[in-house]
């Protein structure tokens, strides 16, 4: 299995300002992605961030709002920027198992955002 | 839409009893997987199907996917309140393998 850390697992921030969330997983990884969660709800997909190119986003989804890093195999930062209290929520970060055929994917602990 | 119907929302039960998820689709998934996540932490892998008609059991949980790859159900037998939890079907269907779909959940909880 895949292990997955993520920083900070919980932050308090005023709007209009800006969080970064670092995902790092403990072995290469094609690709790695980037959900949010409203407690006791399901996950939604924001993006899929690829190492090397620009992360690709879903609809409701954009990179002026949700810029994405991915320097390498096994590192990818998600900011949410310019703050509202709708922000608040938990972003959690996935990689699938391996380089290969996808087939299952872990998920790293989360981190728990409250905007004021 | 969800590409995944998941059913029931909310199962509150008794420590003992036995309960059941389902998950449904009207289209195929090369793979299902099922999570339990507890508050405050991140959905983690209970198991993953890959065959059709596939059983898989894990102590007291019993997975199974569908013949035709479109559905799967979660039984837990004698439930204990360590069950306690969100339950999240997830699967790469064959129209887009590279990204997950999840159902809406299942919210347990086994009362002592």
């Known amino acids: 299995s895949a292990v997955i850390s993520q920083k900070p697992s919980r932050d308090i921030c005023q709007r209009g300002t800006s969080l970064t969330i670092q995902c790092q997983v403990d072995s290469q990884v094609t690709m790695m992605f980037w959900y949010r969660q409203q407690p006791g709800q399901s996950l939604t997909l924001i993006a899929t961030a690829n190492q090397g190119s620009e992360a690709t986003y879903e609809s409701g989804f954009v990179i002026d709002k949700f810029p994405i890093s991915r320097p390498n195999l096994t590192f990818s930062t998600l900011t949410v920027s310019n703050l509202s209290p709708e922000d608040s929520s938990i972003y959690l970060c996935s990689a699938p198992k391996g380089l290969g055929r996808l087939e299952t994917q872990y998920f790293g602990p989360g981190t728990r955002l409250l905007v004021l | 839409t969800q590409l995944l119907e998941q059913s029931p929302q909310f199962l509150s039960i008794q420590e003992g009893e036995n309960l059941t998820v389902y998950c449904n689709s009207s289209?195929?998934?090369?793979?299902l997987q099922w999570y339990r996540q507890e508050p405050g932490e991140g959905p983690v892998l209970l198991v993953t199907v890959v065959t059709g008609g596939e059983v898989k059991k894990l102590k007291r949980l019993t997975f199974q996917f569908g013949d035709a790859r479109k559905d799967s159900s979660l039984h837990i037998t004698a439930a204990q309140p360590g069950d306690t939890g969100l339950y999240l079907c997830?699967?790469?269907?064959?129209?887009?393998?590279?990204?997950?779909?999840f159902g809406a959940g299942t919210t347990v909880t086994v009362r002592a």
């Open positions: 289209s195929v998934f090369s793979s």
């Open positions: 997830a699967g790469f269907p064959l129209s887009n393998d590279y990204k997950l779909s």
